[in-house]
């Protein structure tokens, strides 16, 4: 059963809580028996899999896939392999997008403490909603925060989390008329086609912003919580580019150079290929523009916090 410190941690905090915008007291030291030297709980043969710079997966019954519950979902195996690879059991994930949870309920798959921040209250209940069936009897503890990232410092003490993991808003990538031209003519006309999918219309979205003003938030959130990382803590962003207004919009390129100058050290790019997961696919720009179809891949960006 849960000890009395993490029983008396909420699973949400809200802005009139008495919580709100206080120290949390939760666990951030290995529980796990591994040497000094090891990044991880893997074994040898899990290490070799994660190292291909590649990546496919596989939805499972609990994940959420209905986009009118969460409009940008990721699998819950993609969480559960970055919280893998880049901690021990016992540390602590820090998600400052949490969206639907996922990665506080892969945390709790994998006993590892978590605590994820968004803006919207119902996605803050959602995520709720899905750890409460399974955080019965762990060892670990989860907390969804209704707040804006740019606090996190607020919640918790300097070099407590060892990975910071997370899917931002693609900037203004959702901020408009669905148009659904990666599908085939006939399925385009769906329930999906015309609807403007971004989460809010709050000035602190990132959802909201085009691309120089999203890069300057990311990197304040981002800056704002380097010293909260250990030394030698990870971080790893789940990004796409896009495309506004027939150009390329460079988002993971953005996003690197963006980190680099707030302190963090970019270290690997990781591919994750969609292309099992996603819906039946037509063509376009066929036979005049050819252009990567943006839904079958996305980038997993890895950083580390510069030694002293």
Avoid at 85 to 95: A, I, N, P, Q, R
Avoid at 174 to 183: A, H, P, T, V
Avoid at 251 to 272: A, C, D, M, P, Q
Wanted: charged share 25%.
């Amino acid at each position: 059963m849960l000890s009395e410190t993490l029983q008396s941690i909420p699973l949400t905090i809200f802005e009139n809580d008495e919580e709100y915008r206080k120290k949390i007291p939760v666990n951030f030291i290995s529980t796990c028996q591994c040497e000094k030297n090891k990044i991880n709980c893997l074994t040898a043969k899990k290490w070799i899999k994660s190292q291909l710079g590649v990546w496919q997966f596989h939805y499972e019954s609990r994940d959420i896939r209905d986009k009118k519950q969460h409009p940008a979902t990721f699998p819950l195996s993609l969480s559960k392999r970055v919280i893998e690879l880049f901690s021990h059991k016992g540390e602590l994930v820090v998600d400052p997008f949490v969206g639907s949870g996922t990665t506080l309920l892969a945390a709790n798959d994998l006993d590892r403490n978590a605590v994820g921040f968004y803006l919207k209250k119902e996605y803050i209940d959602l995520a709720a909603s899905r750890l409460h069936t399974d955080n019965l009897f762990g060892t670990s503890h989860q907390v969804a925060i209704q707040d804006d990232a740019l606090h996190i410092a607020d919640y918790l003490k300097t070099e407590t989390i060892k990975l910071i993991w997370t899917s931002p808003p693609y900037a203004n990538l959702l901020n408009r008329q669905r148009k659904n031209k990666s599908r085939r003519g006939d399925q385009r006309k769906n329930e999906q086609f015309g609807i403007v999918e971004q989460y809010s219309q709050d000035s602190r979205d990132l959802g909201t912003m085009e691309l120089e003003s999203y890069s300057k938030k990311m990197g304040d959130i981002f800056e704002n919580v380097l010293p909260l990382l250990q030394p030698k803590g990870h971080c790893v962003i789940n990004v796409s580019d896009m495309w506004w207004e027939n150009s390329r919009i460079t988002i993971h390129v953005s996003l690197i150079e963006e980190l680099r100058k707030r302190g963090y050290e970019f270290r690997n790019t990781i591919i994750w290929d969609r292309t099992n997961i996603v819906n039946r696919i037509g063509i376009f720009g066929w036979p005049s523009n050819y252009i990567t179809m943006g839904t079958t891949f996305e980038y997993l960006l890895h950083f580390m916090k510069k030694e002293r």
